[in-house]
């Protein structure tokens, strides 16, 4: 069974671009969470898709945003990007939002965004 | 909204020795509490998690325990060997809020 695939694995963008990053969830997985992971700051909730819907939201400008297609696949992008947003990004995927088994959440290998 | 404090940020043991890292939160509705093994370059990989109704769960080494009326929760590692070398992540969630992640421990277990 294929895991989370993210892709790009690795991207150099400049200051005011923007950036869109892709995830493939687990087949059969409908919930989607991005993460920010930085060094020092851990791993930062960015927002969750389920069935197509942003769910949850964290602290974070508008700038990001996503979104979930019919497949489950996720995008998120990022716009006008500053230097404070090189960081790891990491999705998850779970096969279910809430409630016993089926909720572990399962990461992929991320892509790395440098803004220079 | 949950918030996840882990400590501590840094242990250094030798080879065969016992580690212990603790995590507390502050939402009382969190119900789920995986923890996450991150080696260098590599994704977070589950490798254990308890829910609210147990108190303690192992497997093989590892060993994680929730105390629920004081909002914490501990993994225990034993016999340390240098392949656990790695950054751990503690997490909660419960009802409908995501993953809540502590900021991580870097575990370094030394021959």
């Known amino acids: 069974k294929a895991g989370v695939t993210q892709t790009p694995r690795y991207l150099i963008k400049t200051r005011g671009q923007q950036v869109t990053l892709s995830c493939s969830p687990i087949?059969?997985?409908?919930?989607v969470s991005w993460y920010q992971q930085t060094p020092g700051q851990g791993l930062q909730f960015l927002f969750e898709?389920?069935?197509?819907?942003?769910?949850n939201k964290g602290n974070f400008p508008g700038r990001f945003s996503g979104r979930q297609f019919s497949n489950s696949r996720s995008e998120m992008n990022v716009s006008t990007l500053e230097l404070g947003d090189s960081a790891l990004y990491l999705c998850?995927?779970?096969?279910?939002?809430?409630?016993?088994?089926?909720?572990?959440?399962?990461f992929g290998q991320g892509t790395r965004l440098t803004v220079v | 909204g949950e918030n996840v404090e882990q400590h501590p940020s840094t242990l250094s043991v030798q080879e065969g020795d016992s580690a212990v890292i603790k995590c507390t939160y502050s939402?009382?509705?969190?119900?789920?509490f995986p923890w996450y093994k991150q080696e260098l370059g590599k994704r977070p990989q589950l490798i254990i998690d308890?829910?609210?109704?147990?108190g303690e769960k192992k497997d093989q080494r590892i060993a994680v325990t929730l105390n629920k009326t004081a909002k914490h929760f501990s993994l225990h590692i034993t016999e340390t060997q240098p392949e656990d070398s790695a950054v751990y992540f503690c997490?909660?969630?419960?009802?409908?809020?995501?993953?809540?992640f502590g900021k991580g421990t870097m575990l370094l277990v030394s021959p």
């Open positions: 998850a995927s779970s096969l279910k939002r809430t409630g016993g088994a089926g909720t572990e959440a399962f």
């Open positions: 087949s059969g997985h409908r919930s």
């Open positions: 898709y389920f069935s197509e819907t942003q769910r």
């Open positions: 939402d009382s509705a969190s119900n789920y």
């Open positions: 308890i829910r609210s109704n147990v």
């Open positions: 997490a909660a969630s419960g009802g409908y809020s995501t993953l809540t």
